[in-house]
Every structure is written in C-alpha cells, then in structure tokens.
C-alpha cells in the first residue's frame, strides 16, 4: 500500500497520537531520500522490530557546508516513495525545510566529543545539524526503535550519544552497511559518480581490507595499517580526505589495534568531484 505522506509537524503529531491509541509500538528511519537497497535494509529490520515503520525524506540543510551539494542533492520523490511501499513503510515524513527551521527557530545541538575529527573536522557543523535535526525527528516521532547505517559510523556514535545525553529513549540501532556486488558502499552519492570515477571509488573498501588482511598478518601498528589503504587510495588517484584507526565505541585515534580492541577503519575521499566515506571493523 502506498505510504501516507506528511509534510508538518502538526500532521506528524495526530498521526504518532492516533498510533499511540492503538498501542502500536514505532520504529523510525531517517533518511535525505534517493533511496537504495541500504535504506531498504533499514526499513524492512524496522518492520521486525517494532509493528510500524516511518521513514523520513529531508534534505537537511542545517547539516551542509556553504561549498557543499545542497543544491543538486539527488532527488526521486515518486520513486522513493515506490521503495518505501515495497519496504513495508506506512508513513513517510517530507516536510519544506521551514517546517523544520520555521521563523524564529534558534535551537542547535552539539555532540561534544564524538563528532570531533574524521567528517566532523572535515566538514564543519555538519554533525551539529545532523544531531539538531534526528534530535527533532525523535523528539516528534517518539519510536521505540530508530535505525540507521554504519556507513555514516561516526553520525551513528553521535545519534547514539545524544539520544542517551537527552533523555530521548529511542533505541538507535546500528545496521551493516550494504555493498555493491564489488565491494562498494551503496550511497545517494554514487549516483553522481561517471563510469571511470565509479571503477576507481572501489579503492575506498579495497584499501581497508587490505589493512584488515595487514592486521590479520600481525601488523598492529596503526601507521602501518593507515599505510596500506592509502596505497589503494593513491594506486586508484583518488584524493584522500582522510585515513584513520579509532576504537570503534568511543572513536578516540588508537597508536596501535591491541588483541581484543574492537577497532574501526573510517575513510574518507574524494574519487573526481564526489566525496566518498566508508568504514569496517579492525578485529584486534
Ligand atoms: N550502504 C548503506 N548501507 C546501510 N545503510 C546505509 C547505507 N547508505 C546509507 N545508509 C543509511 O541510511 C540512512 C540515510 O542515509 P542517507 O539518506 O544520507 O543516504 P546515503 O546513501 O548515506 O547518502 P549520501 O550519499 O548522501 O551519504 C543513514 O542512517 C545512513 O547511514
Ligand atoms: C540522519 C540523517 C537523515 C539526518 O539528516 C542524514 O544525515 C542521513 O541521511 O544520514
Ligand atoms: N549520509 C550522511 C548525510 C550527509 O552526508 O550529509
């Protein structure tokens, strides 16, 4: 059945009010829309865990740099809500940007410690307006459970630390990130890649299996690790954002993968024009 849209607040209040009546338990997926099998995956795991799904469609602006792609972020409104239906979504939520910022709006909220370094230093305030606006989603929405992809990992850590610090009680759940048959995240990005720069972005996964392959050989050293992806990265020409090894909990930078330490790869770059990211797990 196609999904019910709604596009104020007001709508989203009498709807959450009308599935409280009846009881029925919520689970919410954010989303800035051009879906693909990556938001699928979070609606249909929504669908097991609670007995509703939302989705929200809302290209943030708050969470854009001033040289970044705003503008031309892709858009399919009619497919999207397509791949919603087919996902079991029952509700979709496309509110304009001033039904989320209207006149007079002034409140902002800082993740502190997780959103330093990685994409919060290379794009600065991006997480305060991705933290501002899941904030206001949870706050209106009130799932039980809220989902959301690890390959935006350390937008993950900072949803997952404001929802605790706020007192917000959604479970934020962490999915795996899906890949293209040959290893590539799947992105709203990808789509603005050409057939040479799509060929090359491979390297982003290639290189951090080749530091997983490295620390599976008994390199612990992270320099090292770091090392081997950028190999990749340069092999392919892709101009590195950055490279880096964090624990994978708290994202503070580790000098060495210790036996035991669960460890994240987190990279970022750009293949042309695009920036890309993308991360796994480092099992120490
Ligand atoms: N390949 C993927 N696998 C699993 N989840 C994903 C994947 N890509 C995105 N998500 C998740 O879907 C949610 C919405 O993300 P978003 O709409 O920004 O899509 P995106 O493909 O990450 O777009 P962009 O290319 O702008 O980064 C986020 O929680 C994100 O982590
Ligand atoms: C979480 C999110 C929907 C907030 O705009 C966005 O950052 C995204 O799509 O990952
Ligand atoms: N997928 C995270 C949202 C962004 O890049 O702005």
Same mark, same amino acid.
């Given at each position: 059945? %196609?999904? +019910?849209?709604? !596009?104020?607040?007001?709508?989203?209040?009498?709807?959450?009010?009308?599935?409280?009546?009846?009881?029925?338990?919520?689970?919410?997926?954010?989303?800035?829309?051009?879906? +693909?099998?990556?938001?699928?995956?979070?609606?249909? $795991?929504?669908?097991?865990?609670?007995?509703?799904?939302?989705?929200?469609?809302?290209?943030?602006?708050?969470?854009?740099?001033?040289?970044? =792609?705003? %503008?031309?972020?892709?858009? @399919?409104?009619?497919?999207?809500?397509?791949?919603?239906?087919?996902?079991?979504?029952?509700?979709?939520?496309?509110?304009?940007?001033? &039904?989320?910022?209207?006149?007079?709006?002034?409140?902002?909220? @800082?993740?502190?410690?997780?959103?330093?370094? /990685?994409?919060?230093?290379?794009?600065?305030?991006?997480?305060?307006?991705?933290?501002? *606006?899941?904030?206001?989603?949870?706050?209106?929405?009130?799932?039980?459970?809220?989902?959301?992809?690890?390959?935006?990992?350390?937008?993950?850590?900072?949803?997952?630390?404001?929802?605790?610090?706020? +007192?917000?009680?959604? =479970? *934020?759940?962490?999915?795996?990130?899906?890949?293209?048959?040959?290893?590539?995240?799947?992105?709203?990005?990808?789509?603005?890649?050409?057939? @040479?720069?799509?060929?090359?972005?491979?390297? /982003?996964?290639?290189? *951090?299996?080749?530091?997983?392959?490295?620390?599976?050989?008994?390199? !612990?050293?992270?320099?090292?690790?770091?090392?081997?992806?950028? !190999? $990749? /990265?340069?092999?392919?020409?892709?101009? $590195?954002?950055?490279?880096?090894?964090? =624990?994978?909990?708290?994202?503070?930078?580790?000098?060495?993968?210790?036996?035991?330490?669960?460890?994240?790869?987190?990279? &970022?770059?750009?293949?042309?024009?695009?920036?890309?990211? @993308?991360?796994?797990?480092?099992?120490?």
């Amino acid at each position: 059945m %196609a999904p +019910h849209v709604l !596009r104020t607040v007001a709508e989203v209040k009498a709807w959450v009010a009308s599935l409280q009546k009846e009881g029925k338990t919520l689970a919410l997926v954010p989303t800035m829309g051009f879906l +693909h099998e990556g938001h699928v995956s979070l609606m249909r $795991e929504g669908g097991r865990r609670a007995d509703v799904v939302a989705a929200s469609i809302f290209v943030n602006p708050t969470q854009f740099g001033p040289r970044e =792609d705003l %503008a031309r972020y892709p858009r @399919d409104f009619e497919g999207d809500l397509a791949k919603c239906a087919s996902a079991g979504v029952t509700a979709v939520f496309a509110p304009e940007p001033a &039904a989320m910022y209207p006149p007079g709006y002034q409140t902002y909220v @800082d993740v502190t410690e997780v959103s330093q370094g /990685l994409c919060g230093e290379r794009r600065p305030g991006h997480f305060r307006g991705v933290a501002t *606006i899941v904030t206001q989603l949870l706050a209106l929405f009130r799932p039980a459970v809220a989902l959301f992809g690890e390959k935006d990992y350390q937008q993950l850590q900072v949803i997952k630390t404001l929802n605790r610090d706020l +007192h917000l009680g959604a =479970d *934020i759940v962490g999915m795996p990130t899906i890949r293209e048959a040959d290893g590539l995240a799947m992105s709203s990005r990808n789509a603005y890649l050409s057939v @040479d720069e799509r060929r090359r972005a491979l390297a /982003l996964s290639k290189g *951090i299996r080749a530091a997983q392959d490295l620390l599976a050989s008994g390199t !612990r050293d992270t320099g090292a690790l770091v090392e081997a992806a950028r !190999r $990749e /990265l340069q092999a392919a020409d892709l101009r $590195e954002d950055y490279v880096e090894v964090r =624990d994978a909990g708290t994202l503070s930078p580790l000098v060495t993968v210790a036996p035991g330490q669960t460890a994240r790869m987190l990279v &970022a770059a750009f293949s042309g024009t695009t920036r890309l990211i @993308d991360n796994m797990p480092l099992a120490g």
